[in-house]
């Protein structure tokens, strides 16, 4: 059964740093991009970094340039997300999947509901 295990939330001040982790199962992201996104209280899922299979490419919104760098170990099938200089409107719920459509590159636009399989990890930013 594929399974990904998001975690490294928390609750952090305006400024702060936190490094989520996304550890996946029966090596769910060999050759795949991976993608993390987020949820905001009473706002729907969005986009928030992706990283191509190799590591050679990765994406950002806008809104988070210069603070978030996405990384992944694929020996451990893993993906990460350092955040730094954290702000409130980071707040939500985050969540890690694979596009399962590029072949190894990333487009946010081919993640689907259906392709988010843990539970995600609660970020709380106070101001």
């Known amino acids: 059964q594929v399974q990904t295990v998001e975690s490294g939330g928390g609750l952090v001040q305006a400024g702060g740093s936190l490094r989520l982790s996304c550890a996946a199962s029966?090596?769910?992201?060999?050759?795949?991009?991976v993608g993390w996104f987020r949820r905001a209280p009473g706002k729907e899922r969005e986009f928030v970094a992706g990283?191509?299979?190799?590591?050679?490419?990765?994406f950002y919104t806008g809104s988070v340039k210069g603070r978030f760098t996405i990384s992944r170990d694929n020996a451990k099938d893993t993906v990460y997300l350092q955040m730094n200089s954290l702000k409130p409107a980071d707040t939500g719920v985050y969540y890690c999947a694979r596009d399962p459509v590029s072949a190894g590159g990333f487009n946010s636009d081919h993640v689907s509901e259906r392709d988010f399989w843990g539970q995600g990890t609660q970020v709380t930013v106070s101001s």
């Open positions: 029966r090596r769910t992201f060999s050759r795949y991009g």
């Open positions: 990283i191509s299979w190799d590591g050679g490419s990765t």
